[in-house]
């Protein structure tokens, strides 16, 4: 396998490179249609050329508003290949987010799904888009455009021959530090920022997964996580750009569904985040399904209960974790395909040795071993700034390059990762630091768990107690007694939630984490 120096410098060469290698190789499947890396290639570079007749620059922002699919890579691609930035809206955003957003990074093109079921998205969204005036160009993706829009498989149709030597030109111009996507922070911590990454970010990163997990050219990669965010636009779509790997595109996640391409598609790897499969697991017809193909299945996102990670092994040979986030362009520590189930469940594993990885006090002084401090990562992962906003970026990157993460974790004697919790999601209860992860990996180990979220909420005496949201197996009958008594023994008396909540569900993020911002919106009534 090629190492992190062999591969080109900008992701649009990642593309070219394969394409040329690999021209009658199967790159995407989404639905009935199969494209190969040539017609991959072909179609970026008609979208790059369409993009400079539009006048697009080099830095200027271009929106995308759509699920996961093919001509969202294309757009992606054709992007970077004009020194354009991604810019990646979540599809469930509400209108005010997307405009507060849009006003943040004004990108000068939108790109917007036409149609999504019976949603005419593309319609909806217009009005808004029309009073945003930095948007010069509207484009949907295919049906149900708005009158007037740019239809982007139309551009994707059209030869622009003429536009070659403008392309060549920008490309002669582009630099590795240019940004190639702005990936907005979940914003748990407050106001959502868009990190910015460069090709340089994304490719020294990627070529690390690449080799960390294995990835080889004849593999089938599941891609089902949104690409608005680092799970689908780097850490599963950059991998095959660079094995010449098939990517097998399903636009949302759904348990029955993905099984059932697992199978038909003969995918080798699957990533998601321990919901995801949690969902599958829970399948009543889960063992009929045939999962013979997958090789590899990763995890990330969210602690994974340990019965949880045990199945995980049973799906395939080799079951990796690791720990990232969006201003690392993804994953920076991984577990080994050796680990055994607890160290997989427990830890993150350790940090890749392209990267540096520190624990440290609030004076960003080392701690000891087993201690529990903030973890701070560098290397050429590290994102170039938070989009417009030098005040946040000099707050979490300190002069040497440190990037301050806002999780808590610790190392063990070989270097490993235990996470704690994010440094805003811990509260204070008498005087005594309680971490809402701790407390939702012990619940999880109750049989009758399938989810869990904790959280802290304010007390007249104790100044902040714990409130847990539980949503039991299918066909138990779990109590909130049960879960009390679970608690106590395996956590300190300080440590019990105050106030337990049986649920038939938890809101969900678009990528499959308990959205802890909507409970907490639920449980201040703001």
């Given at each position: 396998m090629q190492a992190a120096h062999d591969h080109p410098h900008f992701l649009g060469d990642l593309l070219s490179d394969t394409a040329a290698r690999l021209p009658g190789k199967e790159a995407l499947v989404f639905n009935e249609e199969r494209v190969t890396w040539a017609d991959f290639d072909r179609r970026v570079n008609r979208l790059a050329h369409a993009f400079l007749d539009m006048g697009i620059r080099r830095g200027d922002r271009i929106g995308v508003i759509s699920t996961t699919r093919p001509e969202y890579l294309y757009t992606?691609?054709?992007?970077?290949?004009?020194?354009?930035?991604?810019?990646?809206?979540?599809?469930?955003?509400?209108?005010?987010?997307?405009?507060?957003?849009?006003?943040?990074?004004?990108?000068?093109?939108?790109?917007?799904?036409?149609?999504?079921?019976?949603?005419?998205?593309?319609?909806?969204?217009?009005?808004?888009?029309?009073?945003?005036p930095f948007v010069k160009h509207f484009l949907t993706i295919g049906a149900g455009g708005p009158a007037g829009a740019l239809c982007l498989n139309d551009l994707i149709a059209v030869d622009r021959a003429g536009q070659r030597p403008a392309l060549a030109a920008r490309a002669a111009e582009l630099d590795e530090n240019d940004g190639a996507l702005i990936v907005f922070t979940s914003g748990s911590t407050g106001l959502a920022k868009g990190a910015v990454l460069t090709h340089k970010n994304i490719i020294s990163n990627i070529a690390v997964?690449?080799?960390?997990?294995?990835?080889?050219?004849?593999?089938?990669?599941?891609?089902?996580?949104?690409?608005?965010?680092?799970?689908?636009?780097?850490?599963?779509?950059?991998?095959?750009?660079?094995?010449?790997?098939?990517?097998?595109?399903?636009?949302?996640?759904?348990?029955?569904?993905?099984?059932?391409?697992?199978?038909?598609?003969?995918?080798?790897v699957l990533g998601q985040v321990p919901t995801m499969y949690i969902l599958e697991f829970n399948l009543p017809n889960y063992a009929e399904f045939d999962r013979s193909s997958l090789r590899t299945v990763l995890v990330a996102g969210a602690a994974t209960p340990l019965p949880v990670m045990r199945k995980m092994q049973?799906?395939?040979?080799?079951?990796?974790?690791?720990?990232?986030?969006?201003?690392?362009?993804?994953?920076?520590?991984?577990?080994?395909?050796?680990?055994?189930?607890?160290?997989?469940?427990?830890?993150?594993?350790?940090?890749?040795?392209?990267?540096?990885?520190?624990?440290?006090?609030?004076?960003?002084?080392?701690?000891?071993?087993?201690?529990?401090?903030?973890?701070?990562?560098?290397?050429?992962?590290?994102?170039?700034?938070?989009?417009?906003?030098?005040?946040?970026?000099?707050?979490?990157?300190?002069?040497?390059?440190?990037?301050?993460?806002?999780?808590?974790?610790?190392?063990?004697?070989?270097?490993?990762?235990?996470?704690?919790?994010?440094?805003?999601?811990?509260?204070i209860t008498g005087g005594y630091n309680v971490y809402p992860r701790e407390i939702e990996e012990h619940i999880s180990r109750h049989p009758q768990v399938a989810f869990v979220a904790c959280l802290g909420t304010k007390d007249e005496v104790l100044g902040e107690v714990g409130v847990a949201y539980v949503v039991a197996r299918p066909g138990s009958e779990l109590s909130i007694a049960e879960?009390?008594?679970?608690?106590?023994?395996?956590?300190?008396?300080?440590?019990?939630?105050?106030?337990?909540?049986?649920?038939?569900?938890?809101?969900?993020?678009?990528?499959?984490?308990?959205?802890?911002?909507?409970?907490?919106?639920?449980?201040?009534?703001?």
């Open positions: 992606y691609l054709a992007a970077a290949r004009i020194g354009a930035i991604l810019v990646g809206f979540n599809i469930v955003y509400t209108p005010l987010e997307l405009s507060r957003l849009a006003n943040l990074t004004k990108p000068v093109a939108m790109v917007v799904l036409g149609q999504q079921g019976e949603k005419r998205v593309a319609e909806s969204l217009k009005p808004l888009i029309d009073t945003l997964e690449t080799r960390q997990f294995g990835i080889r050219q004849d593999d089938r990669l599941m891609l089902h996580l949104p690409m608005s965010h680092v799970g689908g636009a780097t850490e599963l779509t950059v991998p095959a750009l660079m094995t010449g790997a098939t990517l097998v595109i399903m636009d949302h996640f759904h348990p029955v569904h993905t099984l059932e391409m697992i199978a038909k598609e003969r995918v080798t049973q799906m395939a040979p080799v079951t990796i974790t690791g720990y990232g986030m969006t201003e690392v362009a993804g994953f920076v520590t991984y577990t080994l395909p050796e680990d055994d189930a607890e160290t997989i469940a427990l830890t993150v594993g350790r940090i890749a040795p392209e990267f540096e990885l520190r624990v440290v006090d609030d004076q960003h002084r080392d701690v000891a071993v087993g201690e529990v401090g903030e973890v701070a990562i560098r290397g050429t992962c590290v994102m170039k700034e938070y989009f417009d906003n030098p005040t946040e970026t000099a707050a979490a990157i300190d002069a040497d390059g440190w990037f301050y993460t806002g999780d808590l974790g610790k190392l063990d004697a070989r270097r490993y990762l235990t996470l704690v919790d994010r440094k805003k999601d811990m509260y879960l009390k008594a679970h608690c106590q023994q395996g956590l300190a008396e300080y440590k019990i939630p105050k106030y337990f909540e049986l649920r038939d569900k938890l809101p969900l993020t678009s990528l499959g984490k308990v959205d802890k911002m909507q409970l907490r919106r639920e449980l201040t009534g703001s």
